[in-house]
């Protein structure tokens, strides 16, 4: 993929971009939890993959916790998404997890299953 070439960031590879979701509370030769295929375009994969690390982190926030904690927390038990395909404009959880952290969440931004090419059936 060209980074350059904006018909290759936009549109996908045969059989769509894919999503790998990992698991941190895995040993690291397990930490793979699934890869999501067939988003038509990069913006769908990489807003799927953004909802998804904002719901898991959202899952690790508790009453009290301030923003280091909830990242200590999804770095231990959290699940990660990125979309590996697409470098450098794809999604990596890594690169937001903080500002994530520090920002609660609107239900939208979170709402990872309507973006779900496998609701498309």
Do not use: K
Request: charged content about 25%.
């Amino acid at each position: 993929m060209n980074p350059d070439d904006p018909v290759t960031t936009l549109f996908a590879p045969p059989g769509g971009f894919r999503v790998r979701i990992t698991d941190h509370s895995a040993p690291p030769d397990d930490a793979l939890v699934e890869e999501i295929t067939g988003f038509p375009t990069l913006a769908h994969a990489n807003e799927f993959a953004r909802r998804y690390v904002r719901a898991s982190i959202e899952s690790c926030r508790a009453p009290g916790l301030d923003a280091e904690d909830v990242l200590t927390a999804w770095l231990r038990f959290g699940e990660d998404a990125t979309v590996p395909d697409a470098e450098p404009q794809g999604f990596h959880g890594a690169d937001v997890a903080s500002l994530f952290a520090s920002e609660p969440a609107a239900a939208e931004a979170c709402n990872w299953r309507a973006l779900d090419p496998r609701n498309d059936d």
